[in-house]
């Protein structure tokens, strides 16, 4: 006698409609992942480091939130939504305000270019000044990364051991103050000494108080007899730590021994 199998049946309408489905769901998902994909390298095209940051938390708060377009939900647009409602201040921009924010770094470039020029036009008046007068051995003009830097040899400045201001060298000094009228950037006055101690009579204690004393003489007559601006200057003395020569011979010592005055490539505020 033949045993009879219980077999499972399939139900009624039971035909793998199931796994289609499911076949289904993996696949809208994808295509969600790569809509998720393309807007986020969209943003990345387009916005800066911030904002890019910015983005990034909106499509975070996407994937946490389970807010899936096969459940019927939001999707991206309304997660996004959120965000933005709940911080203001961190939405993501739109173009128009991007281009807002381009317009106004692109103003800050234009006043740096502007400047470069005047520093440009300034090195070459002192320039065609220093030639046009034969003082090619007292002042040197350089170009430096910092700013135009105008440097004035003691001999031309100052007697030895001291830091009041030769008469002869006024006429240089209004020409300089003539030009810094104009500007609008910080101008550095930097004194500089040699190694050599101060042994003659002086009522300097070392080279950083000539040093410094030569660089605020310097200041006073630009403040107190040119009347220019106070708030774009600044002055040190640095002694014989900056050296521009070997200390080793006369020559050298001679080079160290100065007043740099540099016009600083800086925006003020």
Do not use: C
Request: net charge neutral; proline share 3%; glycine share 6%.
């Amino acid at each position: 006698m033949r045993q009879r199998t219980n077999r499972p049946r399939h139900k009624k309408g039971d035909t793998g409609e199931n796994s289609r489905d499911r076949w289904l769901i993996t696949y809208a998902d994808l295509i969600t992942l790569l809509l998720i994909f393309f807007v986020m390298m969209f943003a990345m095209s387009r916005l800066d480091t911030q904002k890019y940051k910015e983005i990034t938390q909106s499509l975070q708060l996407t994937f946490k939130s389970g807010d899936s377009i096969l459940d019927q939900g939001s999707g991206i647009t309304g997660t996004a939504d959120k965000y933005n409602h709940k911080n203001p201040d961190t939405a993501i921009k739109t173009p128009q305000q991007q281009n807002k924010g381009a317009e106004q770094l692109s103003d800050r470039e234009l006043a740096f270019r502007k400047q470069e020029q005047e520093l440009q036009n300034l090195m070459k008046v002192i320039s065609n000044y220093v030639k046009d007068n034969k003082l090619e051995d007292q002042i040197f003009v350089a170009d430096q990364p910092q700013g135009i830097s105008i440097t004035l040899s003691d001999k031309f400045l100052f007697d030895v051991g001291k830091a009041d201001l030769k008469t002869g060298s006024v006429p240089v000094l209004d020409k300089l103050a003539s030009l810094f009228k104009e500007l609008h950037t910080t101008i550095s006055i930097e004194g500089h000494t040699d190694n050599l101690p101060i042994v003659y009579a002086s009522k300097y204690k070392d080279n950083w108080e000539l040093s410094g004393a030569r660089a605020l003489s310097v200041l006073r007559y630009f403040l107190d007899q040119r009347h220019l601006n106070a708030e774009e200057f600044q002055y040190a003395g640095y002694a014989d730590t900056r050296p521009a020569a070997d200390n080793a011979t006369e020559a050298g010592r001679q080079k160290n021994r100065r007043v740099e005055i540099i016009v600083l490539r800086q925006l003020q505020e």
